[in-house]
């Protein structure tokens, strides 16, 4: 009896993050679809292509060899540390081997929080195999002065792929704030 609420806990919280991940103030994955599409192999990487792609050229082409399509049903995103708390990144498109960067940076996808008060996960960069959103998170935390309490603020930056113009279009930015009591 007890592995059995423990098993229906566990499913509870998985389904209640899965929830969480999947809509930030109405915009969901759901609604960004595109059609899935059969594709057999990758095209070789252009770097030509982009700069960034010639500047992290071994990062982008090991990324590359390792993963499968993750994003708009034809792009593999590499992701990288860029210093302190901040990521970076590109994708490549497996058709034709174009690079194009992803919308992150130390101004759209910094991690200045020392844990997650709105989520249970590391959700600086959220998206899906077949969803054209793009959502990235600043985050920075701080002490509120004569208490107990920290005070995380969240910056959701939700972006859209616009598969025509080949670019990311910035559609809203979504600020939420946490507080949660200081482990002394």
Known sequence: MR????????CFF??????????IEGYSFEKYNIEKHTIKGKAKINFQSNPTARMFRTR???????SNIDFAGYYITIIWGC???????A??????GKVYDLPLNEETAYNGCYSNYGTDEDDRVTYKEFSRLFITTICSEKEIENSKNNK???IFLINVWNEQKKKFELVKTIKKTYTKERKE
């Open 3 to 10: 592995i059995y609420k423990l098993i229906l806990t566990l």
């Open 14 to 23: 998985a389904i209640n993050s899965i929830g969480k991940a999947q809509t």
């Open 60 to 66: 982008i082409t090991e990324g590359y060899k390792s």
């Open 83 to 89: 210093g302190t708390g901040c990521i970076s990144g």
């Open 91 to 96: 994708m490549v498109d497996i058709r034709d």
């Open 152 to 154: 995380q603020d969240k």
